[in-house]
């Protein structure tokens, strides 16, 4: 579990998609999937400040955007695992 501060408020998830999901659906993107959402902000990423936010995956995503500065995680590990621990193989 970790906190993140998305848009000036706490928000606690237990996994990247988790964190995705809420961004996507607070954001003001055209985006039809969180998979369209991410890619619209690696590309804004680039444009704008020449970082480039990989979309492989919600954990790579949510690393960089942590690494470049455009996401800070406040308790926990920012690199979250794709599903909490008791739900995974």
């Known amino acids: 579990m970790a906190t993140f501060i998305v848009d000036g ?3 606690t998830v237990h996994t ?3 964190l995705v ?3 996507h659906e607070c954001s003001r993107t055209q985006a039809a999937d969180d998979k369209a959402y991410m890619l619209d902000v690696s590309e804004r990423s680039v444009t ?3 970082a480039k936010v990989r979309t492989s995956s ?8 942590v690494q470049y ?3 800070e995680c406040i308790k926990g590990e920012p ?4 599903a909490p621990p008791d739900q995974e193989n």
């Open 69 to 71: 500065g455009f996401l």
């Open 9 to 11: 408020h706490p928000v």
């Open 16 to 18: 990247a998609i988790e």
């Open 48 to 50: 704008q400040s020449g």
């Open 21 to 23: 999901r809420h961004m």
């Open 58 to 65: 919600p954990e790579a995503f949510v690393n960089d955007l």
């Open 79 to 82: 690199l979250l695992a794709s």
